[in-house]
C-alpha cells in the first residue's frame, strides 16, 4: 500500500505546473487536491462552467467542449506520459470537459439541477457502468482517459433528460 503512494507521489514530482501542459491537465491545480481528485477537477469545472453559463448559451458551452475534449486527448496522453502513470488521479481535464458537457444539456439552467447534474455525473465516474470500465481500462492513451468520462457524461446527460420528460408528465 505504502509503494503504491510512493509511486505516486513520485509522479508528481515530475510535473511542472509553470508548463501549461501540466497546469491545464490537472485542472488548473485542482488535481493536486486530496482526497478525491477527480471530485475537485470536477468542482473546478462545474464551478466554470456555471459561470460560463452567466454570459453564453448551452449550445456555446458545447461548441466549447468539443474542441476541449480534442485538446483533452493531448494534454492527458502527454502529462501521464510525463508522469509515467496511464491514468494518474491528478489528470483532471477529463472531468472539467465532461461536466461541461453536462451542464450543456441540462434542461433547465438552475442551481437544483446544476447540482444534480454534478452528482450523477460523479456517481457514473465512480461507478463506472459498462461500456465505461472498459473504456478505462482499455484504452491506454489520451483517448481513453478522455472517453471513460465522456460516457459518464452521456449517461448523466440521459439521466436528466428522463427526470426532465418523467417530471413533465
Given at each position: ?5 510512493d509511486?505516486?507521489k513520485r509522479?508528481?514530482?515530475k ?6 501542459v ?10 493536486l487536491?486530496?482526497p478525491?481528485p477527480?471530485?475537485?477537477g470536477t ?11 452567466q ?10 467542449a ?6 483533452g486527448?493531448y494534454?492527458?496522453?502527454k502529462?501521464?506520459h510525463?508522469?509515467g502513470v496511464h ?5 483532471v481535464?477529463d472531468?472539467?470537459?465532461a461536466?461541461w458537457l ?16 454534478f452528482?450523477?455525473f460523479?456517481?457514473f465516474?465512480?461507478v ?7 473504456f ?5 492513451n ?11 457524461a452521456?449517461?448523466?446527460a440521459?439521466?436528466l ?5 418523467l417530471?413533465?408528465?
Amino acid at each position: 500500500m505504502n509503494d503504491k503512494i510512493d509511486d505516486k507521489k513520485r509522479a508528481l514530482s515530475k510535473l511542472n505546473m509553470r508548463n501549461p501542459v501540466h497546469f491545464l491537465a490537472l485542472g488548473f491545480g485542482s488535481g493536486l487536491l486530496s482526497p478525491a481528485p477527480g471530485t475537485w477537477g470536477t468542482l473546478a469545472g462545474w464551478l466554470l462552467g456555471i459561470g460560463l453559463l452567466q454570459f453564453v448559451s448551452p449550445f456555446f458551452l458545447l461548441l466549447l467542449a468539443v474542441p476541449g475534449f480534442v485538446l483533452g486527448i493531448y494534454l492527458c496522453e502527454k502529462t501521464a506520459h510525463d508522469m509515467g502513470v496511464h491514468d494518474h488521479g491528478a489528470i483532471v481535464w477529463d472531468e472539467i470537459i465532461a461536466i461541461w458537457l453536462v451542464l450543456a444539456f441540462v434542461p433547465q439552467q438552475n442551481w437544483l439541477w446544476y447540482c444534480l447534474a454534478f452528482m450523477l455525473f460523479r456517481f457514473f465516474d465512480i461507478v463506472k457502468p459498462y461500456p465505461i470500465k472498459y473504456f478505462d481500462k482499455n484504452v491506454e492513451n489520451g483517448l481513453g482517459i478522455m472517453l471513460d468520462d465522456l460516457l459518464a457524461a452521456v449517461y448523466t446527460a440521459l439521466c436528466l433528460l428522463l427526470l426532465f420528460t418523467l417530471g413533465r408528465l
